[in-house]
C-alpha cells in the first residue's frame, strides 16, 4: 500500500484525513462481531442512546438515523417531508442551492433562493419571498426552510436568530431543517449559545456531521418523531442503507461517548482562527468573520500563485485586485503547519 | 467501546462481520495522509489501475467508479443510461424487483418482471415478454436487462449463458447490467467459466461487491466509456458521492493488490458447499443448487425452531410441511462452527 | 376542411367519434363569454354542483377536479396521495400496470401486480400479496389499490364486492382509487347495483370518465376532502390544468344537468349486448361476461383477415387456434351498422 | 346551460374567451367522423402537413406532435431530451421559473436564472452564469436555455437576438428551446423579422401556442428530428397523449389553413397597441414596450380601485406611488371595448 503525504499542506477542506485514531480503533476492536445490518446492528443502536442524551431528548420526541453523506441527509430528509408540489427556501449561498448536482430537484422539488445575511436566513428576507408567492396553484408552495449551521460562509447562527427564524416558520407553516454537516464547529465556536436541545425544540429535522468532524463517513439525521414515520424506507430507496451499518454506529458512539466530537471541533476552530488573526495582522481582508473553522481571506491576486506553491485551498471568487480564497482547518490540522504557515505568510506581504 | 459476540452463530447473510482486517490495517496506515476528496484521491485511482488490470481492460474502454452500497450502484447505474420512458426487464426474483424499497421506480423507471428459470434470465422468456409490448406508445420501452451474478438464489450464470443473453440484448437494442454483490463468490465457483474481461465484452454496466466480499462498503461499477460521460454527476445527485473517497479506494486497492477478494470469496464458498455436503447427507432438499455462498433448504417445518436456537438465518418460504431457509456464508465464516453445525444437524434428523 | 368517413366501421374503442353534439352545441353557446381560467370558470362551477347533487355529497366530504386525460387523472390522483416509498396494488390486466407509458413510475411510485379474477382485484388476492410484504425496509410499503370500473376486460363490480375490497382496504390501512375511465357504463349495466354515492361512502379518490362517454376530453376527479388539500398543485405541476377549463366545466355540465351521461351509457351496452348475443348464437366463445360496452371474442383465426376487412378491431390475444378480439362499443356507435354487422357475422360461419 | 357575461370587460388575459368560432364550426362539421386516436388521426396528420408548409421544413428536419396545454409542451420537451443531471437556463421573469407549480423540478431538473434584459436572456448574460459553473461534478450541469417569444412582458426577440443567442448556444453545447405560447402575437408584431423557419434554423424545440390565439386548447410542439425520437412516449408518460387527439388536429388545420392564426395575432396586437397609445397619451407609464397583446402600466395606486370597477386586470407588481398592471388583449378582444375604455381613461386622469 502507497503511504504518500500530499503536500503542499492542503487547507483545501476538512475531509483531506481519513479518521480519528480512535474511530479506527474502535472499528478494529468491533470488527470480528456478528452484527444484524442495515440501522439494526448494537453499535448503531449505542449510538443512538449516547445522541439522544447528548442532544437532551427521548425516542418519544425524535428518531435517529445514519447515512453515509451529507447530499444523502439532505435529499433524504427534504423529500421525506414534503408533497410534490412543496418547495425548499434557501439563501443564496446555501449548499444545496448549487453544489449538490440538483440532488433536491432530482426527489422533484423546487429550491427557491432567498437573500442572504452573512451567510444567513433572516425572518425578513424569508417573509419578503413568501409576499412574493401569491399565484395560486401557479407557483410552487413554499413549505421547508434549509440553514446551514456552520453556514457556508463559515458564519453561525446565535440562538436569538434560530428562534426568530423557527417562530417565522412556524407562523408562515413552513418546517425547519439545519444541514449539521459542520455542526461541530458552529456548536463549539466562541460566540455560540445554541444548544443540541435548542435545535430540538426549534428545529424539524437537523443532522449532525460526522464526515467534517474526524469520521470516515457519517451524518446522523435527528428528526421530529411526528415526520420519522417510515424514514427508514426513505434511506433504503435512495441507496443510503448501509449493510454494515456499524461503521456508522461504531465512529458514532465514540465520537460522543465522552466528548470527543466537540474536542476536535474546538481544535479546528482554533487552528481557523489562529491562520485568521494572522490574515488580519497582515493587512489582509477577511471577507467573512471567521467564527468556526472556515477563513475567507481576500488576497492580493498577484500573490496567488505563490500561495499555491506553499498550501493547497479553494479560490472563490475573483474581485478587481484581489481574489478572494478558503481556508478550511480541521480535528487533523497540525499546529506546527499553520504557524509555519503564519510565518511565512509575513514574509511574503 | 462495547465488543459482544452474538450469538447464536450466524449465517444470515455475508455482511455480519465487519472488514477483512487487513483492509482496517490499510485505513489505518492511509489514514494521515492528505488526500483531495470526492473520488480523486491517489487510492481510488490505484484502485482504479489495480481492477482495469484485473478485468484485462484499457480507460478507453471502460470507466471506474466507487458508490458506497449496492442499491446506490443499481440505481444510478440504471438511472444513467435510461430516457425517461424506458424500462428494465429484470427476472421474478431479482433483487431490484421488489427488495430495493422501490428505488428504481423512484428514478422514473417501470421495472417489467420476467419469469427467471434457477433464477436466471433465459433469451427465451426474455424474447417472450419483449413480444408482448405492441402497443406503442402505450407501454414503456423495455431498454435495459438486469441480472445478478452470482443470482439471488445462489447460482451462477456460466460463459455461453452470458453470451447467449448478451446476443439476444444486442438483436433487440437492450443494454445489459450485471448486479454483482456477489461477483466474487460467481467468479470463485467451482462451475465458473467467466472472466471479467467477459463482463467487459458482454456486457454494457457491472458491478463489482465490496460489502459482501470483505470491505466495510463500496461497490466498483464498471461502465462502458460511451455510457460513462457525467457519471460522476449521477454519484453527487445521488448522495452518493463520498468525501473521503478514499475508504473505498483504500479497501478495493488492498483486496485486489494481490488477489484477497478471489481468495475471500474461495473460504466462502468453500463453507457453503460444507453445509450444502452435510444437508445433502442428512436427506433434507436442497431448494437451489449450491454453487455459491448461499444455501437453500427445505426444513421439516417443526425443527426450524430448533434450528432458530441453534444458529440464525432468514426463513424464505412456507411450504406446506417444510420451510425453506437461506443460510449464507462469507469470507469471515468460522470454519470451527460450520463443521460444529454440521455435527450438530446430524443429531436432530 | 376534410370531412371524411373512414370505413370499414370501426369497433376499435369508444373514442373513434367526437363529442356529443348536445356537447358541442353547448360550446358555441357558451363561446363568446369571458371567463377566468385554469378551474375556476362558472361553468366549471356550475358542473362541480352538479357532480355534487349526483353523488349525493356536499363540499366538506369531496372535492371535484378536471383533468383532460385518463392518464393525467391516474398519475395525479396516486401522486397526490402516496409518501415517496409508497406503492400501488393493481391487477394484471390493470391499464396502469402496463398501458400508461410508464406514468405511475415516472412519478417515482412501483406499482405491485396482483392476480385478478375476471379483471378484479379480490380480497382474498390482495392479502396474499400484501402477506408477502415482509422485509422492512427493504420492500415498498403497499399503500393504495387502485381498481377500474368498469374492468379492462369489460366486467363490473357489484356493491358487495366493492364493499368487501374497501373494507379489507381499511382494515389493511391502504387508500382505494377506482379509475372510472367507464364508470358510465359500468353504472348503466343490467347487473349492476352501484350508486356514485357508494363510491363516495367506500373509496378514497374516483374519477368519472368523459372522454370515453361523449366528451371531446376530461374526466372529473372525486377526492376525500382529507386527501384535496393542494390538490390544485398537482394538477398544474403535471400540465394538467388547462388555461380555458370551461371546455371541461361546459361539457360535464351538459353531460349531467338531465341524465345525458346515463342514457349514452345505456346506448352503448345495448349496442355491445346485441353484438354479444349474436357472438353468442354463432358459436364463438365470450372470453369475458359481455357487462358492459366491451365484448371479447376468441375468433377462428383463420376468420380473423375476413373481418378486418368488414370491421376495426384490435386483436387481443393468440390462442392455439383462435384469436381473441375486442370490439367496443360507445355513445355514437349506429344501430344500424351493429345489425348489419350482426346478419354479416351469420354468413360468414 | 347558463350564458353570463361576465363584467366587467376583462383584460385578465389572453384565454377569457373560448375559441374562434370558425374553429367550433369545424369541430362541429367533423365530429361524427370515426378516427384513430392518440394523436394518429386524419385531421393531426393535416395539421401536421399544413404546419410544416407553414414552417417551410420537411418530416426529417422536424417532429410536430400537439399537447394540450403549456405546461405539459415545456415540461415534456424538456424531461424529452435532458440527462438526470442536466439544468435549465431561464431569465428570471421567465414563465417556467416559478409559475409552473414547480413541473420542470417534478421531473428532476434544476432551473438556474439569468439576469434578463427586457424579459429577454442574452448572449453576455448567458455567458456569466455559465461562467459560474466551475465545480464539477457538484453542480448541476446547464443543458438547455429556455426563452419564450414573446417574453412574459410582452417583447419580442429579433432575428439578430435569436441567431446571437443561439450561437452562443451552440458554442457552449447548449440546447435551445423557445415557449411559444404567445408565438403568434409575436411573429406578428411590427417590429418583428423572424421567421418560423429561423426558429427551426435556429433553434431545437420550439411550440407555437393554440391556447392563446383561438383554439379550445392545444401547443404544437416543433422538434428536431434528433431530438424527438420516442416523444410519443413522453406525451403519453406524462398524460398528455388525447384520446380524441382530433380535437387538437381539427383546430390546428382551421388556424393555419388560411392564415387564420396570423390573422388573429394581429388584431390582438392591434388592440394592444391602441391601448398602449392611449396610455402614453394620458402620461402613465408604460413599463415595458409594447411590442405584442401585453400593456404593462404603472397605475397611480390611488386609481387601482377605480380601474378594478371598470376593468378586469392582475396587479403585477407595488412600487412607491404606483402598482404595476398588466392587460392583455386576444384574438377576441372586442374594439369597441377598447375604445370605450380609452375613452374613460382620460375621463379619470
Redesign the interface.
Known amino acids: 500500500?502507497?503511504?504518500?503525504?500530499?503536500s503542499p499542506?492542503?487547507f483545501?477542506?476538512d475531509?483531506?484525513?481519513?479518521?480519528h485514531?480512535r474511530l479506527?480503533q474502535?472499528?478494529?476492536?468491533?470488527?470480528?462481531?456478528?452484527?444484524?445490518?442495515?440501522g439494526s446492528d448494537?453499535?448503531t443502536c449505542?449510538a443512538r442512546r449516547l445522541l439522544l442524551s447528548q442532544i437532551n431528548a427521548t425516542e418519544d420526541e425524535v428518531a435517529i438515523h445514519f447515512?453515509?453523506?451529507?447530499?444523502?441527509?439532505?435529499?433524504?430528509s427534504i423529500?421525506?417531508c414534503l408533497?410534490?408540489?412543496e418547495?425548499v427556501l434557501v439563501v443564496q449561498t446555501g449548499h444545496i442551492l448549487?453544489?449538490?448536482?440538483?440532488?433536491i430537484?432530482?426527489?422533484?422539488?423546487?429550491?427557491?433562493?432567498v437573500p442572504g445575511v452573512h451567510g444567513k436566513m433572516t425572518p425578513s428576507n424569508l417573509e419578503m419571498v413568501l409576499d412574493r408567492n401569491i399565484?395560486?396553484?401557479?407557483?410552487?408552495?413554499p413549505r421547508l426552510v434549509y440553514i446551514s449551521n456552520a453556514t457556508e460562509v463559515g458564519t453561525i447562527y446565535t440562538r436569538a436568530e434560530l428562534i426568530a427564524l423557527s417562530e417565522m416558520c412556524r407562523r408562515r407553516d413552513l418546517l425547519l431543517l439545519v444541514d449539521g454537516a459542520r455542526l461541530g464547529v458552529a456548536l463549539s465556536a466562541d460566540g455560540n449559545d445554541l444548544t443540541l436541545r435548542d435545535l430540538v425544540d426549534h428545529t424539524d429535522i437537523f443532522w449532525i456531521g460526522g464526515?467534517?468532524m474526524g469520521a470516515?463517513?457519517g451524518e446522523a439525521i435527528v428528526v421530529r418523531k411526528e415526520l420519522a414515520e417510515?424514514f427508514?424506507?426513505?434511506?433504503?430507496?435512495?441507496?443510503?442503507?448501509?449493510?454494515?451499518s456499524?461503521?456508522m454506529g461504531?465512529q458514532f458512539?465514540?465520537l460522543f461517548?465522552d466528548g470527543l466530537f466537540f474536542e476536535l471541533a474546538r481544535h479546528a476552530n482554533a487552528m481557523a482562527a489562529r491562520i485568521s488573526a494572522q490574515v488580519a495582522r497582515i493587512g489582509w481582508e477577511l471577507v467573512s468573520t471567521t467564527e468556526t473553522n472556515q477563513v475567507f481571506v481576500a488576497v492580493p491576486t498577484e500573490l496567488v500563485g505563490l500561495l499555491e506553491q506553499r498550501i493547497r485551498f479553494y479560490p472563490w471568487e475573483k474581485r478587481e485586485t484581489t481574489t478572494v480564497i478558503r481556508l478550511v482547518t480541521s480535528w487533523?490540522t497540525d499546529k506546527t503547519e499553520v504557524d509555519r504557515f503564519c510565518r511565512w505568510l509575513e514574509t511574503i506581504v
Open positions: 500500500m502507497i503511504v504518500k503525504l500530499t499542506y492542503s483545501l477542506d475531509y483531506s484525513e481519513g479518521a485514531p479506527l474502535s472499528l478494529l476492536l468491533t470488527n470480528a462481531t456478528q452484527q444484524t445490518g442495515y448494537e453499535y449505542e447515512v453515509p453523506s451529507g447530499t444523502a441527509a439532505n435529499l433524504i423529500a421525506s408533497r410534490p408540489y418547495a448549487d453544489k449538490e448536482a440538483g440532488a430537484e432530482a426527489t422533484g422539488h423546487k429550491v427557491i433562493p399565484f395560486f396553484p401557479h407557483m410552487a408552495k464526515t467534517k470516515l463517513l417510515g427508514e424506507f426513505h434511506i433504503k430507496q435512495r441507496g443510503a442503507l448501509l449493510g454494515k456499524r461503521i461504531v458512539t465514540e461517548r487533523a
